[in-house]
């Protein structure tokens, strides 16, 4: 493709709208490999995001099974109890998270959080009592809160208006993924027999170690912009 093709599409950022010239015949060639490269890129490690983050609230209730509730001494309604103790922080911090994710870039709050909320889930595997249980749920409310808004701010800033729909569509749905996948990989952990964690805490120890590690590679794969970006060539950028 020769150099001047690099500058035949253009788009508008404050339309969101892709201006397309008339005499190129490749325009739908170029369209659909840019938007394919982002699909496999972008989209696909904030897809493996919302499936951990999923993962990662539904681990408490698997850990239940594996004999939490007792462990811990909790009674009557106290499971209840830990279990919606994240959710007052989550509604509490969604909008100064938001906040802060537009003045330091979603590529960065997201990495972030991402790691924050892996090692609180790792914290739970050294919690003792309800108690323990209820703080770390507090904080990982305030830490998950900025999630979903950050990958959708990241959809709406790389795909054109007509594409975004489809996009988040996509991302949402994958938080069924974790769901489905949650269970198997849970019963997995709670076969290993090492005497350091009971098995439940292995839960929350590997599902937030995982999460956390994530999170580092997640800095590393993502751009704020098109034109930061490493996933796509300078043709590439002016497409998205």
């Known amino acids: 493709m020769s150099d001047k093709h690099s500058e035949d599409i253009v788009y508008n950022v404050a339309s969101k ?31 493996l995001c919302s499936v951990l983050n999923s993962m990662d609230r539904a681990n408490l209730g ?9 462990d811990t001494g909790m009674s009557g309604g106290d499971f209840n109890v830990v279990v919606s103790a994240m959710y007052p922080t989550y509604l509490l911090f969604m909008l100064p998270s938001n906040l802060v994710l537009r003045k330091v870039g979603a590529r960065f709050w997201l990495s972030l959080i991402t ?6 889930n790792m914290s739970m595997a050294f919690a003792k009592n309800k108690t323990d249980f209820i703080i770390c749920r507090l904080f990982l409310g305030a830490a998950e809160s900025g999630a979903s808004p950050g990958a959708t701010m990241l959809i709406t800033l790389w795909y054109p208006r007509n594409m975004v729909t489809s996009r988040i ?5 994958s938080f069924a993924i974790g769901a489905v996948i949650g269970g198997p990989i849970a019963s997995g952990i709670i076969k290993i027999t090492n005497p350091r964690f009971k098995s439940w805490e292995w839960i929350f120890f590997i599902e937030g170690l995982t999460t956390a590690s994530y999170g580092l590679v997640m800095f590393f794969l993502l751009s704020d912009y098109p034109e930061k970006s ?11």
């Open 169 to 173: 569509s996509i991302f949402f749905s």
């Open 62 to 70: 698997l850990s239940k099974v594996a004999g939490l509730e007792n």
């Open 17 to 47: 709208e892709l201006i397309l010239p008339a005499d190129n015949a490749d325009n739908d060639k170029e369209l659909q490999r840019a938007f394919r490269k982002l699909d496999a890129t972008l989209l696909v490690v904030l897809i």
């Open 115 to 120: 790691i924050i909320w892996g090692i609180i």
């Open 230 to 240: 490493w996933m796509l060539n300078s043709k590439g950028e002016s497409i998205a």
